[in-house]
């Protein structure tokens, strides 16, 4: 007979053995009514007569897979986890934690304030608070160096970086590794733990090892490398605060948590996670999906090498198809290349890599060999006749119910799937580069695309390990669409008196990887020159256009690729390329711009609002389904800083009015580029938020 001590929680007896069962689902997360439910079950069996001792365990998938992050930002709500640890801990009993599947942040605070864990094979566990912009705020940082050190404590908690049973074993986070259902285990451990071949001891008591020279050398690193950052730094004071009395550790540790949920990076941080997670929420949702098993990859070239490889990695089977043996050779080697790279990070074994050349990669210049391909996905060059004759073939080629879809970057979609018999299996999967890597997909949905086809495209995302958001049809859809139009700004901002590397240092400072010259180098100039070239008959004559990045292109010069564009490429890195700097005074003296200067305030301010301001007229459009997925869009393919929650939660952090008040004094400048977006002006007219959008 059982006891719940609430909705998720219940404790039984078998035979002098307390078991207290946690079934909260999907993951157990430690919400109020979990937290109630464990400290009233802990109370309730250290009470009871019979009970010798207690064993902890999560039905399900997951012993407790962290904090409810919903709860997050609002006021707490007895008991805290702080609270319900001590009173696991305090214990007059035995309790032992059997830890299995995702075992995160509060969860992992909870088992290290039992007196003994055991993990399950399987297990995931770390402290991953810093992710979110928080640290271990129920313990992890006082009792974490109590049972491992302060280093390791420091590696796990101010990196968020997950590990496993063996490594938690060798640590000393655990105590024991044992195979069987939790709750089986539960029984036996507890019986151990009473027999004391399971040693139990209270953490807390436990001594902790001073090291000061480790605190003082973590801090100068993050300092170094994450200067910009609130929450690692704050992890540093958190665990120099171990070598205090327990109950002081606790209380610097818990003021410390309550310094981080304040500031803005932690709304941010959280933002960006809930925003991995609701772009999943589409109208197809309800549809079936295909089955995919095989696909077809057009084009060897670094796109579709990559998609191949992606999917590879997915267990798919690929063929992938060019123009001649040349070209397949050299996508063929790129994949090799790219699946050595995932063997040498430890993502896969050299064995299962060869299997996967072996078995599950065909080449063919033969188009004929699609016939019995699942899904194709065409990447070759962004070129609209080449793109319909290739979908005109596939059409004749492909069996009933294939989906066929293009990896176009700004093409439209409609116009591809017209060339075809059967527009509503036609579908965009917009891949980043390296599509093995880089985590977005733009699913584009055409006029006539099927809500099932909508649905595979979705699933085949997830087997990526993708995070898809669902794209409307227009020149870019979401990312490129807006890149094009603050991309705009960059070259303004260098015409009227910043170099290209002013600009990039700003940006970084923002907090990109990397500044918007950089990242066009990288990408290849010749990209962006093409796309100038085809709507250069629908460019306005009011428009300002600037023709530095043309004739750095005329010249041959694209970037890393040839060694040079913006900025020179060899020896010790990047140097900004003079040539490129002699354009631009020759533009500006063309033009007869008035130059002035830009305080990277001053540039920031104009990026961002540019960004902004497109990204409103694609939510508008209906392009974007919500706010939250252009911010997913930046923050998972355009390198957007995650702590600062992408440019949607951006621009509710600055306010629509200030957003308006900042066009309208730069439209002095140039009319034509700062507009107002009606939604915008709108919005800060009514006090409005994109957050209520969403």
């Given at each position: 007979?059982?006891?719940?001590?609430?909705?998720?929680?219940?404790?039984?007896?078998?035979?002098?053995?307390?078991?207290?069962?946690?079934?909260?689902?999907?993951v157990?997360?430690?919400?109020?009514?979990?937290?109630?439910?464990?400290a009233?079950?802990?109370?309730?069996l250290?009470?009871?007569?019979?009970?010798?001792?207690?064993?902890?365990?999560?039905?399900?998938?997951?012993f407790?897979?962290?904090?409810?992050?919903?709860?997050?930002?609002?006021?707490v709500v007895?008991?805290?986890?702080?609270?319900?640890?001590?009173?696991?801990?305090?214990?007059?009993?035995?309790?032992?934690?059997?830890?299995?599947g995702?075992?995160?942040?509060?969860?992992?605070?909870?088992?290290?304030?039992?007196?003994?864990r055991?993990?399950?094979?399987?297990?995931?566990?770390?402290?991953?608070?810093?992710?979110?912009?928080?640290?271990?705020?129920?313990?992890?940082?006082?009792?974490?160096?109590?049972?491992?050190?302060?280093s390791?404590?420091?590696?796990?908690a101010t990196t968020?970086?997950?590990?496993?049973?063996?490594?938690?074993?060798?640590l000393?986070?655990v105590?024991?590794?044992?195979?069987g259902?939790?709750?089986?285990?539960?029984?036996t451990?507890?019986?151990?733990?009473?027999?004391?071949?399971l040693k139990t001891?209270?953490?807390?008591?436990?001594?902790v090892t001073?090291?000061?020279a480790?605190?003082?050398?973590m801090?100068?690193?993050?300092?170094r490398?994450?200067?910009h950052?609130?929450?690692?730094?704050?992890?540093?004071?958190?665990?120099?605060g171990?070598?205090?009395?327990?109950?002081?550790?606790?209380?610097?540790?818990?003021?410390?948590?309550?310094e981080?949920?304040?500031?803005?990076?932690?709304?941010?941080?959280i933002?960006?996670?809930?925003?991995?997670r609701?772009?999943?929420?589409?109208?197809?949702?309800?549809?079936?999906?295909?089955?995919?098993?095989?696909?077809?990859?057009?084009?060897?070239?670094?796109?579709?090498?990559?998609?191949?490889t992606?999917?590879?990695?997915?267990?798919?089977?690929?063929?992938?198809?060019e123009r001649?043996?040349?070209?397949?050779?050299?996508?063929?080697?790129?994949?090799?290349?790219n699946?050595?790279?995932?063997?040498?990070?430890?993502?896969?074994?050299?064995?299962?890599?060869?299997?996967m050349?072996?078995?599950?990669?065909?080449?063919?210049?033969?188009?004929?060999?699609?016939?019995?391909?699942?899904?194709?996905?065409?990447?070759?060059?962004?070129?609209?006749?080449?793109?319909r004759?290739?979908?005109?073939?596939?059409d004749?080629?492909?069996?009933?119910?294939?989906?066929?879809?293009?990896n176009?970057?700004y093409?439209?979609?409609?116009?591809i799937?017209?060339?075809?018999?059967?527009?509503?299996?036609?579908?965009?999967?917009?891949?980043?580069?390296?599509?093995?890597?880089?985590?977005?997909?733009?699913?584009?949905?055409?006029?006539a695309?099927?809500?099932?086809?909508?649905?595979?495209?979705?699933a085949?995302g997830?087997?990526?390990?993708?995070?898809?958001?669902?794209?409307?049809?227009?020149?870019?859809?979401?990312?490129?669409r807006v890149?094009?139009?603050?991309?705009?700004?960059?070259?303004?901002?260098?015409?009227?008196?910043?170099?290209?590397?002013?600009?990039?240092?700003?940006i970084k400072?923002f907090?990109?990887?990397?500044?918007?010259?950089?990242?066009?180098?990288l990408?290849?100039?010749?990209?962006?020159?093409v796309t100038?070239?085809?709507?250069?008959?629908?460019?306005?004559?009011?428009?300002?256009y600037?023709?530095?990045?043309?004739?750095?292109?005329?010249?041959?010069?694209?970037?890393?690729?040839?060694?040079?564009?913006?900025?020179?490429?060899?020896?010790d890195?990047?140097v900004?390329?003079?040539?490129?700097?002699?354009?631009?005074?020759?533009?500006?003296a063309?033009?007869?711009?008035?130059?002035?200067?830009?305080?990277d305030?001053?540039?920031?301010?104009r990026?961002?609002?540019?960004?902004v301001?497109?990204a409103?007229?694609?939510?508008?459009?209906?392009?974007?389904?919500?706010p939250?997925?252009?911010?997913?869009?930046?923050?998972?393919?355009?390198?957007?800083?995650?702590?600062?929650g992408?440019?949607?939660?951006y621009?509710?952090?600055?306010?629509?009015?200030?957003?308006v008040?900042?066009?309208?004094?730069?439209?002095?400048?140039d009319?034509?580029?700062?507009?107002?977006?009606?939604?915008?002006?709108?919005?800060?007219?009514?006090?409005?938020?994109?957050?209520?959008?969403n």
């Open positions: 007979m059982s006891t719940q001590t609430s909705d998720t929680v219940s404790y039984s007896v078998e035979e002098g053995i307390g078991l207290i069962a946690l079934n909260h689902p999907p157990n997360a430690a919400s109020q009514d979990l937290r109630v439910g464990l009233a079950a802990v109370r309730g250290e009470a009871e007569a019979g009970v010798a001792a207690i064993a902890i365990y999560g039905e399900g998938g997951a407790i897979a962290g904090a409810d992050i919903r709860e997050f930002g609002k006021p007895a008991p805290t986890l702080p609270d319900v640890c001590l009173v696991i801990e305090g214990c007059c009993k035995p309790v032992v934690a059997v830890m299995h995702p075992t995160l942040g509060g969860g992992l605070e909870v088992a290290i304030s039992a007196h003994a055991v993990a399950l094979p399987g297990l995931q566990t770390g402290f991953p608070e810093v992710t979110l912009g928080v640290l271990p705020g129920a313990g992890g940082t006082q009792r974490g160096p109590r049972l491992i050190g302060i390791a404590t420091l590696d796990l968020g970086r997950r590990i496993g049973a063996e490594e938690a074993l060798a000393g986070l105590d024991r590794i044992a195979e259902e939790p709750r089986q285990v539960a029984i451990v507890a019986r151990e733990a009473l027999a004391g071949t001891r209270a953490t807390g008591d436990l001594p001073p090291d000061q480790v605190l003082d050398d801090a100068a690193k993050l300092a490398t994450q200067g950052l609130f929450s690692p730094h704050k992890v540093v004071e958190a665990v120099a171990s070598m205090l009395p327990l109950i002081g550790g606790l209380a610097q540790e818990r003021a410390l948590f309550a981080c949920i304040e500031s803005p990076q932690r709304a941010g941080l933002h960006a996670f809930f925003a991995e609701a772009v999943l929420k589409i109208p197809e949702k309800g549809a079936t999906a295909r089955t995919v098993q095989a696909i077809g990859v057009i084009g060897g070239g670094t796109m579709g090498s990559g998609i191949a992606a999917a590879l990695l997915a267990g798919l089977r690929v063929t992938m198809a001649d043996s040349d070209a397949l050779d050299r996508g063929r080697a790129t994949i090799e290349k699946l050595e790279g995932a063997v040498k990070r430890g993502k896969l074994s050299a064995q299962k890599r060869d299997t050349l072996a078995q599950a990669l065909v080449t063919t210049t033969d188009l004929g060999d699609f016939a019995q391909a699942d899904l194709v996905i065409e990447a070759v060059f962004e070129d609209m006749e080449v793109k004759d290739i979908f005109r073939q596939l004749g080629i492909c069996k009933p119910g294939a989906v066929l879809a293009t176009t970057s093409l439209d979609v409609n116009e799937a017209a060339v075809t018999g059967r527009p509503g299996d036609v579908i965009g999967l917009h891949f980043f580069s390296p599509a093995h890597i880089m985590r977005l997909l733009e699913v584009v949905v055409a006029d695309t099927a809500p099932e086809v909508v649905a595979t495209g979705f085949l997830k087997r990526l390990r993708k995070v898809c958001v669902r794209a409307g049809v227009c020149d870019g859809f979401i990312g490129n890149l094009s139009h603050y991309r705009k700004v960059t070259d303004y901002l260098v015409m009227d008196g910043c170099s290209p590397a002013q600009v990039d240092r700003a400072g907090g990109f990887a990397m500044g918007p010259f950089s990242v066009l180098d990408a290849g100039l010749d990209i962006g020159w100038r070239k085809r709507l250069a008959p629908t460019r306005s004559p009011d428009e300002r600037v023709e530095v990045a043309d004739r750095i292109c005329e010249a041959g010069w694209f970037g890393r690729k040839t060694g040079r564009g913006y900025y020179l490429y060899g020896g890195g990047p900004e390329n003079p040539d490129v700097l002699a354009i631009i005074e020759e533009e500006r063309k033009t007869g711009v008035e130059v002035r200067a830009f305080s305030e001053d540039i920031v301010e990026y961002m609002t540019a960004m301001s497109e409103v007229r694609v939510l508008a459009d209906g392009i974007a389904l919500r939250i997925d252009i911010d997913a869009v930046f923050l998972f393919g355009y390198g957007f800083p995650r702590h600062r992408g440019p949607m939660h621009a509710d952090c600055v306010g629509a009015a200030a957003l008040a900042r066009i309208e004094r730069y439209a002095g400048e009319a034509f580029y700062w507009q107002v977006p009606p939604m915008l002006r709108q919005m800060a007219e009514t006090g409005g938020r994109f957050a209520d959008l």
